[in-house]
DNA sequence: GTAGGGTTAG
């Protein structure tokens, strides 16, 4: 092997290639293609046969340029200059035109090989696989030409779409050109692609002689296929032998730091950039720009991007999505005018960064603008990333049909637009379009589901409450080992806290990985709607134990825990701390939970007061908490207030107005109760149904209030009738304030004894074995008298009930509420 | 005159 290897000519050096840009010096000599022309022209005139020609060729820069030097040529009679004509070759397929390339080909008569070459690799190009191939097998069937070693490079990065790899694999070994630096690494890259990093890594290690480009394209191997660690051990290896980086390890290394989280090893990169000065190679900037920006180093990343002498179209995408993916629409937008205004063309990367910056600034009718421009360009049907990007924008921004439409219109779909899709819709409160969807999804068998589907369908199973379907996932998740995923096992215990399972969501949450905070606000949020506020606050303290950095959801998790069970001094202190010794500004979502956590324990001045002097804008969020909590107090006065401010900011949410006139009907305001009510009317918005469910055996029954059409219609009420008489014994008595209508007291009794969650209670007392548990779920919160109601009814039955409503869980056993009446 | 290995994403 070694004898044959030394037969091969040295040719560890790099040539010089007719790419563009064009050398400089060659703009000295000649400002244009017509410059050049004239030059030959006069140098021919004058019989100077030593024309050099490689000036003219460098000096081409468009299709139209290249023509006339085409027929230059042949006025001048080089029409059989296999030399020239194979440069045109080569030269038409730099620009682009592949038919031209061909066509100058199929004119050469003397064909040599590199004439062959030229055209293999002109298709290569232009991305024209299977001519290439085929040119390839033309090539080989015509005796006398033999491929040498430039033949295979491009041949390689053709079979990686084509699939002929292995047998050009066996070609090369048969031909002993498997050392050969170049080859091997179009090999080592062409294993890459298709996923066998092994056998790649083989050639690498067979190989005598490396130079630093084998050495590269063993360490994007990895990066390929998403191993960063095995990349830096490469690039250790590297060191080891003393093996200089060049700008293309540095560019491919360097994502592989920001993949591991290793700060220290990027920066140390960057210094190694500045003391060889490898800073003028774009590359090199543009992946300085990415690592930075996913280290949320902004500055950094910003100061390379000014230190830029030349910037493309890939520096300018690199910088707008830096600032979209730290949460800086403002700038990134900046960045992308400025990039327009430098005349830089936008491609299909920067729309997918523009999409995601409308979506923070909320901007629907930009958004829509994006669309039109993607739509105007063809690129929908170019490219799925592009699709989902937009499929995604629309979701987010609350326009699920046309997300739909998008998803629709697709050319190709693959599982993150099916992902997408099924978020969207779990997002904008469609549980059932998103469960939908994602049997739809099941019927493709060509789309196989990855951790962001069941990241994307365990919510939708948790806000419906089905257990069984999300434990069905549960099972897959096991048998594909999934379930150790720390974003999937998270999903599985917000699943269970939700359907009330909250033991094994905390059994599971012992099971899995918990150095981050994300598991750990999950459960710290199901114990908070299970009303387990003191342990939340323990589990809290456990995680600032293990070292575990809290964030701003856990704080939401935490303070909505501390308001679920009135815990105001220990919520107070959370606040508190959250700003002091986390750092972390509180946003509309803290805001709310503490005006709910001051509100609902009847500090509502406190509440007020919190709300006046917010350094945000208060949002229908915030006035909604403050309004609920008027409403539990009885504060007419105040609850106005609150709902004058919140029908300015959303005067279409119905169930503000439903709120007010509750408020105004406890205190027996019944005109003002009207009014609020002719007023939703009027502007055309109608009262979600409240609706309950309890599951009997596998089935879920859906109970609406004041329901008549069950079919056991007679004995659901039969059954109420006899309890609310037992309960009266008791001591129940109705509370009908809870009744809006002004109607006459034994009326409103029978209001309240038909609530959906009565019925529904009913209906699995009837139809399940004695002392079971039931379970029911609520869409909307549990109503005052039912609850109280409940209480009797689980003495009575001797049953746990445990009712889901929209707002937390409720246990009733043995006549007390887990939510200790404070709810 | 012909060749390899590099940066951005939903």
């Known amino acids: 092997m070694l004898s044959l290897l030394k037969s091969l000519p040295s040719r560890n050096f790099k040539l010089i290639s007719p790419i563009f840009p064009l050398q400089p010096w060659i703009h000295q000599n000649f400002s244009s293609a017509t410059g050049s022309f004239q030059q030959i022209s006069q140098d021919h005139e004058n019989k100077n046969n030593n024309v050099n020609f490689n000036f003219v060729f460098h000096s081409c820069r468009d299709i139209g340029a290249v023509k006339q030097l085409h027929a230059l040529l042949v006025v001048l009679g080089k029409a059989q200059n296999v030399v020239l004509f194979t440069q045109l070759v080569t030269l038409y397929a730099t620009l682009g035109d592949i038919s031209l390339s061909r066509n100058t080909f199929e004119h050469i008569q003397r064909k040599n090989i590199f004439t062959w070459n030229s055209m293999v690799s002109a298709y290569v190009r232009c991305g024209r696989y299977r001519d290439a191939m085929d040119c390839v097998s033309e090539f080989f069937s015509i005796s006398g030409v033999r491929p040498d070693f430039y033949t295979f490079p491009p041949v390689f990065k053709a079979c990686v779409s084509v699939v002929d790899g292995e047998k050009m694999h066996c070609w090369v070994l048969k031909m002993g050109f498997e050392h050969d630096v170049y080859v091997a690494a179009s090999l080592i890259h062409m294993y890459s692609r298709f996923g066998s990093v092994d056998v790649a890594h083989r050639v690498f290690d067979d190989m005598p002689v490396r130079d630093v480009g084998s050495w590269n394209a063993m360490i994007s191997a990895f990066i390929q296929n998403g191993n960063a660690v095995g990349a830096l051990g490469i690039l250790g290896r590297m060191k080891v032998e003393e093996v200089k980086m060049d700008m293309v390890t540095v560019a491919s290394v360097l994502p592989a730091c920001a993949q591991v989280n290793d700060a220290v090893c990027g920066m140390l990169v960057h210094l190694y950039v500045i003391k060889h000065g490898l800073e003028s190679d774009v590359f090199v900037c543009n992946a300085l720009i990415n690592m930075y920006s996913k280290f949320g180093r902004l500055q950094d990343a910003q100061r390379v991007f000014d230190g830029m002498k030349v910037r493309d179209v890939v520096s300018w995408n ?169 974003f999937v096992a998270t999903c599985l215990i917000d699943m269970y806290g939700e359907c009330g399972r909250l033991e094994d969501a905390m059994s599971l949450f012992y099971e899995i990985p918990r150095e981050t905070s994300v598991p750990w606000n999950a459960i710290i949020s199901s114990l908070g709607i299970h009303g387990h506020g003191e342990e939340a606050l323990q589990l809290f303290k456990d995680m600032l134990a293990e070292g575990v950095k809290a964030d701003h959801i856990t704080f939401v998790s935490l303070l909505s825990a501390c308001s679920h069970s009135g815990l105001v001094d220990e919520g107070q202190w959370c606040f508190d701390m959250m700003q002091k010794e986390c750092g972390i500004k509180p946003n509309l979502k803290h805001y709310g939970c503490m005006v709910d956590l001051y509100g609902r324990a009847g500090y509502l001045e406190k509440a007020y007061n919190l709300v006046s002097n917010m350094p945000v804008q208060a949002d229908a969020s915030i006035w909604g908490a403050l309004l609920a909590a008027c409403r539990i107090h009885g504060n007419a006065e105040l609850g106005t207030f609150a709902s004058d401010r919140l029908l300015e900011v959303d005067s279409e949410n119905v169930g503000y107005y439903v709120l007010l006139s509750n408020i105004y009907a406890n205190v027996g305001k019944w005109e003002g109760a009207v009014k609020v009510r002719s007023l939703a009317r009027d502007r055309g918005l109608r009262k979600t149904p409240g609706w309950s469910s309890v599951v009997v055996g596998s089935v879920v029954e859906v109970f609406y209030a004041g329901n008549q059409t069950h079919s056991q219609c007679t004995e659901i009420y039969k059954e109420l009738r006899m309890l609310n008489a037992k309960m009266k014994s008791l001591g129940y008595v109705p509370d009908y304030s809870y009744v809006l209508q002004d109607v006459e007291e034994d009326e409103k009794e029978q209001i309240l004894t038909s609530h959906s969650e009565r019925l529904a209670i009913a209906f699995g007392l009837i139809s399940t074995p004695p002392k079971s548990p039931i379970r029911i779920f609520k869409n909307l919160r549990v109503c005052g008298d039912c609850h109280n109601a409940t209480k009797y009814i689980s003495k009575i039955t001797e049953r746990d009930i445990i009712v889901r409503d929209s707002n937390r869980f409720h246990h009733f056993k043995d006549g007390i509420c887990s939510c200790g009446d404070y709810w």
């Open 318 to 486: 690199s910088i707008v999505a830096a600032y979209e993916q730290n949460d800086d629409p403002v700038t990134a937008l900046g960045f992308f005018k400025w990039m327009q205004f430098v005349g830089m063309r936008p491609d299909l990367l920067t729309v997918v960064s523009l999409a995601s910056i409308f979506v923070q600034l909320s901007d629907q009718k930009v958004g829509r603008a994006v669309h039109g421009f993607v739509m105007r360009r063809g690129w929908l049907e170019e490219d799925v990333v592009i699709g989902n990007a937009l499929v995604n924008m629309y979701a987010k921004l609350g326009s699920i049909d046309c997300a739909r439409a998008v998803f629709e219109q697709l050319s190709r779909r693959d599982v993150i637009s099916w992902n997408t899709l099924i978020t969207g819709y779990a997002q904008n409160g469609l549980a059932s379009e998103a469960i939908d969807t994602y049997n739809m999804m099941g019927e493709c068998r060509t789309i196989i589901p990855n951790q962001g589907t069941w990241v994307s369908i365990l919510p939708a199973y948790s806000h419906i409450g089905a257990l069984q379907q999300g434990m069905k996932i549960h099972g897959r998740l096991i048998k594909n080992c999934l379930y150790l995923d720390v």
